[in-house]
């Protein structure tokens, strides 16, 4: 009786492991944790920038077409915002936008974050225009992880100007912060340097840190013409350069720079003398004054999206701006 | 009956086989043979009916939740491409599947309960646990809808359910399904094809194969005396043991050498021989043993001198009239002389003889009778030539029998 059961329990057995052995579909895979280079990945891929810079330009246009910014929030933020409203209120006045508004498709960069927090920036750089105009740095962010990216804002790079290397898309880029160190200012100080450099031009004591550029020598240049101009009705003018805290990008370049975009303020008042009224000094500034009454006095808001690079400490470089965009956003009699 | 005859027509008996070799080839084969067949037959099911599945899907069911995440390497788990489908409770809600990485979908779901698919509990089971994402919840005014969000790489949204497509090859995406609605249920299947199968059978097709040839090997070599062989290897000229007949070489002796060695002992031989015959004669086993382990050689010329000394000699007796040829004769006579043992040096300058056998009475030997040379000489003689692997006991049968 014991030989039997034995004899059972073992063919039991041998049957058991020889089912065993077959219809096996192999050891259950267990998931492989993400490498720590996971979240160094780039937070957008090329396709995903193209997808987003074509959602924004498709926002600016449909405004443009329909004259109206209303919609302009959904893609559009910060000095941006700003300054593409005031130019379809000049533009309904001019009779269509100025051409510098004209933001190409095609583009010949971008800077993509690998941030893991909010809120994120990413750079592109397009070509340049059908006319020939410079090519445009455009600043995206994403404020939150709810919220889309948003044209930030556009500086259209001066000529000849040299930008700093990026690591390609495929990499990432390092946001940068505005208290960064190693470099020959913070960018936070870099911007309200050049804010006073723009305010006071040579006379800056911040201005042999800055390389000579094209916007400090157009708005020097207008502010001289203005002013011989005041002087002669016994008039006064004065521009105050202001950096908007917390307006400001940043994204580290591979050589150990930053390249900072910035939005800083400026108000220009002039006052005429003898009697005079103030009237607007260009088409822009006439077609936001509107229908205003002139007085003596006229102070007009301008906003500048200044793009700075400021190098490494050791670089022994100077703070460079390479692009900006300098547009009135409010005319207003006082 | 002459010597060759008795053995052509007695049987030799086979050395029974030795107990090693019973057992590899009664036991170890038989059993090495099986797991061959064995192996190869699960082989052979490996490969077909038990083959493993190419499709692999498996299902999860949720429930008392809006999100749904799949853990990191989860998409790519059991290949880098996956179909996922999700199926949602309500049949009128919009569900949405987004792929896109970890760090993005956290971000979406700040502060926010989700469910974790975590891998595979059975190869037809998605295993889930609940979770809530660390953070506080950044939903607020001018929020984008889940799938209009930069952030995926990929969307589907479609009403009760949808389905997407995606690949994972570096564990670097997942997916996040929106349900549409708080507290809702779905149920979720990820299907893989699997591009490249586990070859179960080609392991057992190897065992098979090695047991084969081990069954074959324990059958033949492995089932010889390993002594044997090691024997053979390292002692290529066997050493005869006691009992069997010694083997000499003709070519390798120097008869006249021999002969001039004899001439100048043959009279102290003489006398030995006298004495070695009556120690054959009492002599047991050992002597039998001594007898039977020595084979005269004799040379053609030898023999054929012999046959001319021995007619003078007939010649002579029948001339004299009678001659007793008392001639004790040994089978020592041809041998290499024994310094050790006296009796050994027997010499027979005049030819061969045959010793006592055991258990021959101890007596002087019999005058020897009228020699006839024809018979004396062939039944005799052949018996006294090398003979291979002979049994003594056979040996001394031979020389009784012709004599």
Redesign the interface.
Known sequence: MRTRMTTMLAAALAVGLTLGLGACDGQLPEPQAASAEVDQMPDLTPEQEQKIRTAVLETLDKATQDMNGEGLGVRVTGPMLEVRNSAITVGKATGGLDKTNTIPTDMMQTVIPTDSGWPRTMYTITTTTEDQQSQRLLVFTQDSPRQNYKLWGVARLFPGAQLPRFTVPEIGTQMGLPNDTGLVATPQEAVERYADVLQNGSNSEFADQFADDSLRQTIASVAQTVQEGMERNNGTQSQTFTAVPDAIKIMRSSDGGDLVVAQINSEWTRAAGDGRESLPASDEEEALFGDGTATSTMKVTYVNIVALYVPPEDSGEQITAVGAERKPIKVEAV | MTVEEREQEEPQVPAAPSRRARIMRFVVTPILGVIAVACIV?GV??AT??K??RD?TAEASVSGTRYVVT????LG??DDAVTMTVTGGNAEATVCTAIG????VA??L?GTPYVRV??????TVLSTTDAEAQGES???D???AFA????W?SVACDTGGVTVEATDE???RVALVDLGEDEASADIAMQWVRQSL?N?ALPFYIGGGVSAVLAVLSATVLAMPWGGRRKRETEPEEQPSDGEPTIVDPAARNLVADQLESSDTAEAAADASEDASGDVSDGGDDADADVSDQTSVISQDELMAYFARFAQEDTKSDAAGTQDADASVSTDAAAEPDADDPADETPSPEGLSFSPMPGEPESPAPPAPPVDIPELSFDGLVTMLPQDDEPSAAQSDDVKEGE
């Open positions: 699960l099911l490996n009916i038990w493993p599945d692999i853990d990191p390497g989860v788990l059991v990485s970890m760090k993005d971000g979406w700040s975590t891998g595979l509990s059975e190869w950044l939903a607020g001018g929020d984008v209009d969000s930069d952030m790489t570096d564990s670097s586990p179960y």
